[in-house]
């Protein structure tokens, strides 16, 4: 078992993990990762183009080991039809 | 303790916590079968009494068995009161409220003073309780100490701004029918 750090955020604000989670491997560590921005994204998405949600894991040296992003892209159909004119 | 559950995939659901002082299985002297696994998410000491030794007192003493019964249905009402947190809070609100119960719980037994816990549970058991990953269990956490309800250290919780814990979980400790409760 190792500690792994998951900080989180979306562009504007990064809430740094300061305690931690062990984790049987990095394999392991991933899916945690991958199940909390899950989480992340039911509770902080917003109707907001170009919003990213992201989740990054790093070991307890502050080696960056793997970056989870997603991000929201909308169009709605008006300015899609105006786009295409 | 806990009460828990496991999905057929394995999938673990603490269905609700129980403080020193609590009987936890006592409608299992009405149930003949368990219908849930109780197990301890910290050291804990346990006493044990026969269910017929138990019915013994209730038939002699009938304002025992008003209590015990009354027990049982605080704790209904704390499911209640857990299925909003389930299905209704958000993840922030649910990690305070669910702080708050346990704040008011071992103040109401008599345990902790001045709004400080040492509740030696895990991340995973918090987002077991919550139907959270423990990513985001810790996240949120990491958030209601950024914003000053709570300081931990190692195991202990101390809800530095109980008002504003209280305000962020949405709790009435009213569902926990405790005197003591609302001089907090």
New interface residues.
Partial sequence: MARYFFDSGDRDTVLKDEVGIECDGIENARREAMQGLIDLTREALEDLNGQQLFIEIRDEHGEKLARFSLSLHTQLRDQEASDLR | MGSTKLTGEGKRQITSFFVPGDIPDLHGMHLSVLDCTFSSLTRATLGFMRHDAMQAVCDQHASIATVLWRSTLIDAAIYREWVTNLGRR???AGMAHILCELIVRLQSMGLIEDHVAELPIT?TALADALG?????V??V???LR?DGLII?DGSRFHAVDWGELVRAGDFDATYLHQRTAKTL
């Fill in positions: 958000d993840a922030y991340q959270l990953s423990t990513v985001h810790n996240r956490l990491q958030e950024r931990t």
